[in-house]
């Protein structure tokens, strides 16, 4: 992470607009009457997908995509001239909100205005014409950073959007040099202090990929050196493939760990269910209560927060790229009330410096996570697919406040009954400190001691009882196992789970 990066950033929520999606109208001029409503999510930084004049040759679709840059420094003319977009600049300004918009650096469509000028600017294929390294993007041809002369272009473009705007979204911004984007940010800075960098990294299969074929592509911890936030499509396949019941639930969260212990300290990942790339996170989960678990612990999560436009109506559909499909807003949903309480417990409970802890019941699709500072634990109990199931948590024994809803959440035994709903907890470190002092103290239970030598990855003792299970009914008090004792080898702990059965709840097909 650049050394000047503001750690408040981790708890702040960007909102992601498509000019051309965002209202029938599809201008700048249409989105300001929505700002109001965009603010009451507790949203900081509005974001707009590429806001320039659109190439046509070879365009896709009937409209074009905006990712297909025909001119750097002005605005479409199908959303506004740039004095509209500097009254939506105004207006967001004043509701105090900031403005970031897409900088589209590796490519521009092939009928540029840049092409025209400066064509050695531009990548050459072998045969000497231009086009693109990647080869399924046919709508664009790339640039060559190997020119000094477009260095100093492109900055000078980033300098002047600078004076108007606060933050840039960098596509692709593996692919160019670090060594650009790092004396773009410095030049940048002269212009507005406090600017904000937020890069589009890559998965990493992309990545490995474009190495094998001698693209240079910048790492995740590299780009830290000239960007605040960065995509998390570095464990994003981890994700997907638990959405699709290829993974557990736990190889996603051991990815989440994995962040913790290879970036630094202050890295800032930026964390969403669904973007203009990826599909509407609706479309995947259909269940209203599942998606309030999926949004409680996206905003759990260390690193700033992405909203895509229509994402709180649960809409279902992509907007396509290339046409104009206004977002649905009339889906009879609407998540609004909980993602505005969950900015306000991201940025009064949640803090950067936290380590986060991630645990998950495989069984029941439930995240048992953990933030932890120097003065207290916060506990996030999510059931992404809203099934009832008691799960372990390392909390003390008491009953909580849930921040969500200021619901009771009751611990006992070390076990918490998970309802389906989103629950976030919070226990001071003068109690978390307590329990470890007693657990020290407090031997395990009888029962659990005799089941405990034939534990294994298809025996967990603990899973065999239910919450009204008192090991007194069984043993006397006082009573303690020789150390000699052991259970006879042909005992069959399956023996014990049936006569259990019936407590437990039904686990999913």
């Known amino acids: 992470m650049a050394a000047d990066t503001d750690l408040q ?65 002005t605005v479409n003319p199908e959303y506004g001239s740039m004095e509209d977009f500097q009254a939506l600049v105004d207006a967001i300004h004043a509701r105090g909100m900031k403005v970031m918009i897409d900088v589209v650096y590796n490519h521009t469509s092939p009928d540029a205005l840049l092409y025209e000028s400066h064509p050695e600017f531009y990548y050459r294929d072998a045969e000497g014409k231009p086009g693109n390294r990647v080869g399924d993007w046919g709508d664009v041809i790339d640039l060559d950073y190997s020119v000094p002369e477009l260095w100093d272009y492109q ?74 936030i960065e995509y998390e499509y570095d464990i994003r396949d981890s994700f997907d493939r638990f959405l699709l019941g290829n993974a557990p639930l736990s190889h996603y969260l051991d990815d989440l760990a994995l962040q913790e212990a290879v970036y ?12 203009h790339d990826q599909p509407r996170i609706a479309s995947r989960i259909p269940e209203e209560s599942d998606i309030a678990n999926y949004t409680a612990m996206l905003y759990f999560l260390k690193g700033t927060t992405l909203l895509y436009a229509g994402q709180e109506f649960m809409d279902n559909r992509t907007p396509s790229l290339f046409e104009r499909e206004p977002i649905h807003r009339g889906t009879g949903h609407d998540l609004s009330a909980l993602i505005k309480r969950l900015g306000e417990i991201k940025r009064e409970v949640l803090r950067p410096e936290d380590v986060f802890f991630g645990k998950a019941d495989d069984d029941y699709d439930i995240a048992i996570l953990r933030r932890v500072n120097a003065e207290a634990t916060t506990f996030g109990v999510f059931s992404l697919c809203s099934l009832k199931n008691p799960v372990p948590v390392e909390a003390p024994d008491g009953t909580y406040v849930n921040l969500i809803d200021k619901s009771p959440v009751k611990v006992k035994d070390g076990v918490l009954l998970c309802e389906r709903k989103p629950i976030i907890f919070r226990v001071s470190a003068k109690a978390m400190q307590a329990k470890d002092q007693k657990q020290e103290a407090v031997p395990e239970n009888p029962m659990l001691q005799l089941l405990r030598p034939f534990q294994g990855e298809g025996f967990k003792p603990e899973s065999f009882f239910p919450e009204s299970f008192k090991p007194e009914n069984f043993m006397p008090e006082g009573f303690k196992l020789p150390q000699s004792f052991q259970l006879p080898q042909s005992f069959q702990p399956d023996q014990l789970a049936a006569a259990w059965q019936s407590f437990l709840p039904k686990k999913k097909e």
């Open 9 to 73: 950033l981790q708890h702040q929520v960007i909102y992601s607009i498509y000019v051309r999606a965002h209202t029938p109208e599809g201008t700048f001029r249409a989105v300001i009457p929505d700002l109001d409503r965009i603010a009451a999510l507790g949203v900081d930084f509005i974001w707009f997908l590429p806001i320039h004049p659109i190439g046509v040759e070879k365009k896709k679709g009937s409209l074009g995509c905006p990712y297909a840059n025909r001119d750097y420094r």
């Open 155 to 228: 900055i000078e473009t980033l300098r002047m959007w600078a004076g108007i705007v606060d933050g840039f979204r960098c596509d692709v911004a593996s692919l160019l040099p670090l060594d650009f984007w790092k004396r773009a940010r410095a030049a940048v800075q002269e212009v507005h202090p406090g600017f904000v960098w937020l890069a589009e990294t890559t998965h990493r299969a992309f990545q490995a990929e474009n190495r094998a074929r001698g693209i240079p592509t910048a790492h995740d911890a590299e780009l830290y050196a000239a960007f605040d």
């Open 264 to 275: 630094p300290e202050n890295y800032n990942k930026l964390r969403f269910l669904e973007n």
